[in-house]
């Protein structure tokens, strides 16, 4: 499977933009990239995907490289609320044997001060 | 709320206990996931059900089974329990079409403590 490779944690202040990095260099051409986030005491939580193209939904902006080797979560304003555990993970139903269950890594735990 | 429920929310058992997990997936989805997070492992998927049959395994144990029922709900049993099964069990649906872009919905957990 293809891995992807986050910061253990990151601190932002609140109401400024916070930008999460994700490496996938492996990454093949039918790989989406998607990320999630937990929240304390919480299941995970879908945040944004995407294959090729930059997107855009209400909670975030992902932004994926050229090359795709990379890509970056982006909360615009982060809030207290974006306190999380954030994971980018590479989904591909071709890839034998996955099925489209989601493979998580360490993923990048996001403080946020007042 | 993710339209995904499971119960129990805790669950306090002993070691060689059987105890069963279940999990309704939001209405109208077909497939469930099961997944295990434990302080040392992280968050593993066990298991993947789409409509009643068995799709795909990941770390489940051989002590660990479960399956999907007409109506949809899902069931992780696990058995002959050790204390290294303390963990969370998330169960997670999605929508009826399985595709790569597909979100999966998850459930609040079930925390289980083997004592």
């Known amino acids: 499977d293809a891995k992807t490779t986050q910061p253990n944690s990151m601190e932002s202040n609140e109401e400024e933009p916070v930008h999460l990095p994700c490496n996938h260099s492996?990454?093949?051409?039918?790989?989406?990239i998607h990320w999630y986030r937990q929240l304390p005491s919480q299941g995970p939580e879908y945040v944004i995907h995407g294959l090729t193209s930059n997107v855009n939904n209400r909670m975030a902006s992902l932004a994926i490289a050229e090359d795709r080797k990379s890509s970056t979560l982006i909360l615009h304003r982060a809030t207290l609320r974006d306190a999380a555990v954030y994971y980018c993970i590479l989904r591909n139903l071709l890839r034998g044997g996955s099925q489209g269950n989601l493979i998580f890594g360490k993923g990048t735990k996001l403080s946020v001060k007042p | 709320d993710s339209g995904v429920t499971q119960t129990p929310k805790h669950l306090i058992t002993a070691t060689g206990q059987r105890v069963t997990l279940r999990c309704s997936p939001r209405?109208?989805?077909?497939?469930v996931y099961w997944y295990q997070q434990s302080l040392d492992q992280g968050l593993q998927f066990l298991i993947h059900y789409y409509n009643g049959e068995e799709r795909a395994k990941g770390n489940i144990l051989e002590r660990f089974s479960a399956q999907q029922f007409p109506d949809l709900h899902s069931e992780l049993n696990l058995s002959s329990l050790e204390l290294g099964d303390s963990a969370l069990y998330f169960c997670?649906?999605?929508?009826?079409?399985?595709?790569?872009?597909?979100?999966?919905?998850f459930g609040p957990g079930t925390r289980l403590t083997v004592l």
């Open positions: 209405s109208g989805d077909l497939s």
């Open positions: 997670a649906s999605s929508a009826p079409r399985d595709r790569e872009d597909n979100e999966q919905f």
């Open positions: 492996t990454i093949s051409g039918t790989d989406y």
